[in-house]
């Protein structure tokens, strides 16, 4: 299954190349403009979908839905600032206070442990949050979660296949950085359509 997601995820990034470029340089460019940062994700994600369903999608759907999602976006955006904030803090005041260096090994790891469950929950979360009929950031994050528990071997081999194609995107002149960011977004919106489909 996971192997089928990531074949879909490819042929959409090879059926919408030209376009991908020009999204995915709006997408960096709304990265380094910060304010504009988790409603730039959204819409990435927005894209994605549209593609996913085979249905028509250009660059200015894509600063369309900047507009569209800027609100849920920002909620969404303000629950990741905020959990990622607190997992750093506590990774970096357990490396400073705890006086175990086992133990704060230990706690350090399962901070880290816990970052990269929360980004998990986020990669299928937007995906959700455009199959909703109010797009509600609770509620996406209560089906991305279902989702994970309910397919937690996918989604760890549709994880370590999607980091190991960014990992040689990147060395094979930068790939990566110029269809990673979509390649994620198609995977999972796929991901979430198949699941949805077989319920």
Same mark, same amino acid.
């Given at each position: 299954?996971?192997? *089928?997601?990531?074949g879909?995820?490819f042929?959409?990034?090879?059926k919408?190349?030209?376009?991908?470029?020009?999204?995915?340089?709006?997408?960096?460019?709304?990265?380094?403009?910060?304010?504009?940062?988790?409603?730039?994700?959204?819409? /990435?994600? @927005?894209?994605?979908?549209?593609i996913?369903?085979?249905?028509?999608?250009?660059?200015? &759907?894509? /600063?369309?839905?900047? #507009?569209?999602?800027?609100?849920?976006?920002?909620?969404?955006?303000?629950?990741?600032?905020?959990?990622?904030?607190? /997992?750093?803090? &506590?990774?970096? #005041?357990?490396?400073?206070?705890?006086?175990?260096? &086992?133990?704060? !090994? @230990?706690?350090?790891?399962?901070?880290?442990?816990?970052?990269?469950?929360?980004?998990? #929950? +986020?990669?299928?979360?937007?995906?959700?949050? @455009?199959? +909703?009929? +109010?797009?509600?950031?609770?509620?996406?994050? *209560?089906n !991305?979660?279902? @989702?994970?528990?309910?397919?937690?071997?996918?989604?760890?081999?549709?994880?370590s296949?999607?980091?190991?194609?960014?990992?040689?995107?990147?060395? %094979?002149?930068?790939?990566?950085?110029a269809?990673?960011?979509a390649?994620?977004?198609? %995977?999972a919106?796929?991901?979430?359509?198949?699941?949805? %489909?077989? !319920?």
């Amino acid at each position: 299954m996971a192997l *089928r997601i990531m074949g879909l995820a490819f042929r959409d990034v090879w059926k919408e190349l030209w376009t991908i470029l020009i999204v995915q340089l709006l997408f960096l460019l709304g990265q380094l403009l910060i304010i504009t940062g988790p409603p730039a994700i959204v819409a /990435l994600f @927005f894209y994605g979908n549209r593609i996913a369903r085979d249905e028509l999608a250009t660059e200015q &759907d894509f /600063l369309k839905a900047i #507009l569209h999602y800027w609100n849920p976006a920002w909620r969404w955006g303000g629950l990741n600032l905020l959990v990622v904030g607190l /997992l750093a803090v &506590d990774y970096y #005041l357990t490396g400073k206070w705890v006086g175990n260096p &086992d133990l704060a !090994s @230990f706690m350090q790891g399962l901070y880290v442990a816990l970052l990269l469950g929360w980004f998990l #929950l +986020q990669i299928f979360l937007l995906p959700f949050l @455009f199959e +909703q009929e +109010q797009p509600l950031v609770g509620q996406a994050m *209560r089906n !991305s979660f279902v @989702f994970v528990r309910r397919n937690w071997i996918l989604v760890l081999v549709l994880a370590s296949l999607l980091g190991i194609t960014l990992m040689i995107g990147t060395l %094979a002149f930068m790939l990566a950085f110029a269809f990673g960011a979509a390649l994620i977004a198609f %995977a999972a919106n796929h991901a979430v359509m198949e699941d949805l %489909a077989a !319920s």
